[in-house]
């Protein structure tokens, strides 16, 4: 199923579809933590939504961010392997373009920050 039709929710959507693709909205609304606060502490007693979100923190790609530079003013997150930058690890945008980072791989990952203001925080 492709990403447009799955993102399109109608009456003829197929129940899973419709819940993988609400959910896939709420994740990257919210954080990791709201999300595990969803669920039940055994996964026998997850219903298929609350299935559906332990499914796709599973999916969860990690990543890292090192902060380089000197000071606030003047240093960076820079995620490991991608051209992605931040000041404050809450705006991240693309150094090759300048626009903001607006991918599937990034809003369903999350990122560790090292060093700089943010050291040890896990955002998503």
């Known amino acids: 199923m492709t990403q447009e039709r799955k993102n399109a929710i109608t009456p003829e959507t197929p129940a899973v579809y419709a819940i993988d693709a609400t959910v896939e909205r709420m994740m ?9 606060n969803l669920l039940p502490l055994d996964p026998v007693d997850d219903d298929l939504i609350q299935e559906r979100i332990r499914l796709r923190l599973g999916e969860c790609r990690k990543m890292l961010a090192h902060w380089h530079g000197h000071g606030v003013d003047n240093g960076r997150y820079e995620i490991m392997g991608r051209p992605w930058i931040s ?17 599937e ?3 369903n990952a999350s990122i560790t920050m090292f060093g700089g203001p943010s050291d040890g925080e896990v955002i998503r």
């Open 105 to 107: 791989e990034f809003h």
């Open 28 to 36: 990257r609304a919210i954080t990791r933590q709201d999300a595990e």
């Open 87 to 103: 000041r404050d690890g809450i705006e991240w945008i693309d150094n090759r373009t300048g626009e903001p980072v607006d991918t």
